[in-house]
T-cell receptor, first 113, second 116 residues
Framework: GNSVTQMEGPVTLSEEAFLTINCTYT??????LFWYVQYPGEGLQLLLK?????DKGSNKGFEATYRKETTSFHLEKGSVQVSDSAVYFC????????????FGIGTKLQVIP | SAVISQKPSRDICQRGTSLTIQCQVD?????MFWYRQQPGQSLTLIAT?????????ESGFVIDKFPISRPNLTFSTLTVSNMSPEDSSIYLC?????????????FGPGTRLLVL
């Protein structure tokens, strides 16, 4: 079956530090890949996505590249802010009549001033 | 995109009672999904609700415990029946607007349920 593995948290960084959250996947076929973010007390929001190999998704200074050869979709940001403190979920899904999204366990990021 | 609202946003319930969660979308969508997010864990799909047909439940979830209604293309309800403390979770609805070949899902803000 399909699965998503992402690094365990929590991750604690100082403001302006570089962020990497690792994500690898196992899937049959060619999934789309997503990063969702969940801010404290809120639901999930789509942060970025990539639909095919070598695509780079980017948003709000975050980016991730769909690497088919390493089955990875690592999330990066060059300089984190306190407002980036949240839980980040890597996910995969498929197009078609029924899109079931598979989520990773989530990585909590805490950015300290 | 789609804007999704849920009611209630949170609730504290007694063991053995039931709670119905409402999900409203600002546009017509074919597919709606209900997820559970237990404390410190990822999202688990409970069921898929298509308008005009019975909901499709994932392994480990049954209709008697989580009955779902989908009366039209903008609304759905999930009932958590005969609750126990193990049902304490965040319940999220999401929709797949299906606007493109690989469109993503949009999530509501969630309903935070605590069962005592």
């Amino acid at each position: 079956g399909n699965s998503v593995t992402q690094m365990e948290g929590p991750v604690t960084l100082s403001e302006e530090a570089f962020l990497t959250i690792n994500c690898t996947y196992t899937a049959t076929g060619y999934p789309s890949l997503f990063w969702y973010v969940q801010y404290p007390g809120e639901g999930l929001q789509l942060l970025l996505k990539a639909t095919k190999a070598d695509d780079k998704g980017s948003n709000k200074g975050f980016e991730a590249t769909y690497r088919k050869e390493t089955t990875s979709f690592h999330l990066e940001k060059g300089s984190v802010q306190v407002s980036d403190s949240a839980v980040y979920f890597c996910a995969l899904g498929f197009s078609g009549g029924y899109q079931k999204v598979t989520f990773g366990i989530g990585t909590k990021l805490q950015v300290i001033p | 995109s789609a804007v999704i609202s849920q009611k209630p946003s949170r609730d504290i319930c007694q063991r053995g009672t039931s709670l119905t969660i409402q999900c409203q979308v600002d546009s017509q969508v074919t597919m709606m999904f209900w997820y559970r997010q237990q404390p410190g864990q990822s999202l688990t799909l409970i069921a898929t609700a298509n308008q005009g047909s019975e909901a499709t439940y994932e392994s480990g979830f049954v209709i008697d415990k989580f009955p779902i209604s989908r009366p039209n293309l903008t609304f759905s309800t999930l009932t958590v029946s005969n609750m126990s403390p193990e049902d304490s979770s965040i319940y999220l609805c999401s929709v797949d607007p299906g606007q493109g070949a690989r469109e993503t899902q949009y999530f509501g803000p969630g309903t935070r349920l605590l069962v005592l």
